[in-house]
């Protein structure tokens, strides 16, 4: 267990008077805040003439006894500072003790952003709208990572196809309405997605998707608007499985849609594949689905949670299945309870698949995307 870890333990065993009690003492203590002690060690000539003058004269002043000890704590660091960063620096630098706020919480900005909400400005009003359903801090953080998106999305070839994702956005949705459209997170991750995933191929003669974990079906959402096409199939869980077929189902009422979580062979398989353009499976049946016959294998921030047989299963099948691949996954996990950790570079991508690109997400940035593009037939050292 690391010391604070421990700190934190021991904290919680304690009453927080008793906590309150050893803190003061430990702050009284403090040499920090015997300026007079301090001034005699310091190096006085790492700062200014005049500052120097106007210390010393300030410390036999009738001012000096009556200062409180956190400023003179204060202005010891303060002191340090510019003794280590010239006083131009420090100008900046000092602001952040008198009167510049680099963090928030509802207590101290909820009745700022209450009122910046209301500005007739409309980027101010946008950055600070409380979503429905959510406290005001995770609405202005949420909101402060959408416009963020946005403006990234925005400065990228993708930009102009905006508009042009299906996305069900109700009133409850958290969103912000940019222009006639209801911007989403979902909507912007995923058309980073696709603008990634079409470097493995301009998807002309592509036909058919796998998604593993689809979630929600954003992604999904997403390359089905954009490329009218393509037939998709999403091997999932449920509940996600129900949700994204809900979705789905919604967003394109004119694709045929099938539920085959009950099909048991090869044939009854290839034949709701064959007759439906959007098909929803368990992810164990992925195994009913011939060699090669997938054109686009996806998936997106699930591997990383699953279990290391889990993962090894995944790919091999993506390995007998896939054209090509696409992955997103944290740099680093710990997955909760399984305890295993996974880093970016453990997945078992095999020794023939060509790597197209392997880069540091846009958002979030500590994640990798890794494209592929595998051989047309099945390698020998398939499992
Ligand atoms: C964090 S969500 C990501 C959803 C979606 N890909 C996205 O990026 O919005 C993880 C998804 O993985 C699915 N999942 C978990 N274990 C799975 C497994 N063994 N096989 C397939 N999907 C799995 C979950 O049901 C969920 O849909």
Request: hydrophobic letters at 40%; charged letters at 25%; proline letters at 5%.
């Given at each position: ?285 992925i195994r009913?689905m011939g060699d090669k016959s997938v054109?686009?294998f ?10 290391r047989t889990t993962i090894d299963d995944y790919f091999s099948q993506i390995d007998r299945l896939a054209l090509n691949f696409?992955m ?17 570079d453990d997945y078992p991508a095999r020794q023939h698949w060509e790597k ?14 890794m494209?592929y593009s595998l051989p047309c037939a099945v390698s020998s050292t398939t499992a």
């Amino acid at each position: 267990m690391t010391s604070s870890g421990l700190r934190r333990l021991v904290q919680q065993w304690l009453p927080p008077a008793l906590i309150e009690f050893v803190r003061d003492v430990r702050q009284r203590a403090d040499r920090r805040t015997d300026f007079q002690y301090f001034w005699k060690r310091f190096d006085k000539s790492s700062i200014p003439s005049e500052l120097r003058e106007m210390v010393a004269a300030f410390v036999e002043s009738p001012d000096f006894p009556k200062i409180s000890r956190y400023w003179h704590y204060l202005n010891a660091n303060n002191l340090e500072m510019i003794a280590k960063s010239g006083s131009e620096n420090y100008r900046k630098d000092v602001s952040l003790n008198y009167y510049t706020w680099t963090d928030f919480s509802e207590e101290l900005a909820g009745g700022l952003f209450q009122a910046a909400a209301q500005s007739p400005n409309s980027t101010y009003s946008k950055l600070f709208r409380q979503q429905p359903g959510m406290e005001l801090v995770p609405s202005v953080k949420h909101n402060i990572l959408l416009v963020a998106l946005h403006a990234a999305v925005m400065a990228r070839p993708i930009a102009h196809r905006i508009g042009e994702v299906r996305e069900q956005v109700s009133d409850s949705t958290p969103h912000l309405r940019i222009g006639d459209i209801r911007i989403t997170q979902d909507r912007l991750n995923s058309l980073l997605e696709f603008e990634r995933i079409s470097l493995l191929g301009d998807f002309s003669g592509w036909r058919t998707v796998l998604e593993i974990g689809a979630g929600n079906g954003r992604t999904a959402a997403c390359l089905m608007s954009l490329v009218p096409g393509l037939k998709y199939v999403i091997a999932d869980i449920p509940p996600a499985l129900f949700l994204s077929l809900g979705n789905l189902r919604g967003l394109f009422p004119e694709r045929r849609v099938a539920v085959g979580f009950k099909a048991t062979d090869r044939e009854q398989l290839a034949a709701l594949i064959r007759d439906n353009d959007l098909i929803f499976i368990f992810p164990n049946q992925i195994r009913l689905m011939g060699d090669k016959s997938v054109d686009l294998f996806l998936a997106v921030d699930c591997l990383h949670e699953m279990t290391r047989t889990t993962i090894d299963d995944y790919f091999s099948q993506i390995d007998r299945l896939a054209l090509n691949f696409y992955m997103k996954v944290w740099n680093r996990t710990r997955v909760p309870f399984d305890l295993h950790h996974l880093t970016r570079d453990d997945y078992p991508a095999r020794q023939h698949w060509e790597k197209i690109f392997d880069v540091a997400c846009v958002f979030p940035s500590n994640f990798s995307e890794m494209g592929y593009s595998l051989p047309c037939a099945v390698s020998s050292t398939t499992a």
